[in-house]
């Protein structure tokens, strides 16, 4: 488990990882890393979290919360940020399948591809700040938002089909077992839980699952199944929608 650990976290962050922490394990085993998820998004939070902390007093709310932002944004070397460009792009292209899914290979970045990062990076600079103006615990928040929008995205992996005849999302899609989704959620659960005590964490994390299962159907319906580039859209909303339950 402790070389899945390794090798997940290089495979979604640019954190560095030795190589020899995770030798050994074939890229085909990649699938059973999915229970590590919420532990790396809560890894990934944390190191967020401390940004916004430690700049919280030297440059006010408003600025820790933008760098707080980047620092994530940085942290995956926009990896997922990307996968939510490309979808916006090819989603709202209104195209058929096939146009839509060339639209997303596409590596210039689209109007509706780059209205969706602007918002949401904006909408994520708001909701931290205002979080922390209520006053909420930044650190647990964002370590907690972190592994949440992780944690679900496994609801778009299972039960779902490729959409593409190659690529990296195709190693988690339609790989992931009932066990496997079911240990991924109640790991998020149980870290909901202790991270944030009382119901406001469990509550908030109910309806990132809800809207993450809807998107991951609506997807399925117009894409006619899942690519790595949905699965980084899922996460970045998760990470916003659990941010916006917390209110």
């Known amino acids: 488990m402790s070389k899945l650990f390794w090798a997940m976290l290089a495979f979604i962050s640019r954190l560095p990882v030795p190589t020899r922490w995770s030798q050994g394990l074939d890229f085909e085993e990649y699938s059973r890393g999915i229970v590590t998820f919420p532990l790396i998004g809560m890894l990934l939070g944390a190191i967020g979290g401390l940004v916004f902390v430690a700049l919280q ?32 792009d090819g989603i709202f292209s209104a195209r058929h399948r096939e ?24 909408a994520k600079v708001l909701v931290i700040s205002e979080l922390a103006l209520r006053g909420t615990s930044m650190l647990a928040a ?3 938002a972190c592994a ?17 005849e190659e690529g990296l999302g195709n190693v988690f899609i339609g790989k992931v077992t009932g066990r496997q989704t079911c240990v ?11 991270l944030m ?27 006619g199944g ?8 899922a996460i970045e909303l998760g990470e916003l929608i659990f941010l916006l339950a917390l209110l």
Do not use: N
Request: glycine residues 12%; aromatic residues 6%.
């Open 57 to 88: 007093s030297w440059c006010g709310i408003p600025l820790a919360a933008l760098f707080c932002v980047l620092t994530l944004a940085l942290l995956t070397g926009g990896f997922h940020l990307d996968g939510l460009a490309d979808t916006c």
């Open 99 to 122: 146009r839509m899914l060339e639209i997303m290979r596409d590596s210039r970045l689209g109007t509706h591809g780059g209205l969706a990062l602007i918002f949401v990076l904006l």
């Open 142 to 144: 964002l370590a907690m």
């Open 148 to 164: 949440a929008g992780r944690g679900v995205a496994v609801l778009l992996m299972y039960r779902h089909r490729y959409a593409r």
């Open 184 to 194: 991924t959620l109640g790991l998020t659960a149980i870290l909901a839980a202790i």
């Open 197 to 223: 005590p009382g119901m406001r964490g469990v509550a908030a994390l109910v309806a990132t699952l809800a809207a993450i299962f809807i998107l991951g159907q609506l997807l399925k319906r117009t894409l």
């Open 226 to 233: 899942q690519t790595g580039d949905t699965l980084g859209a």
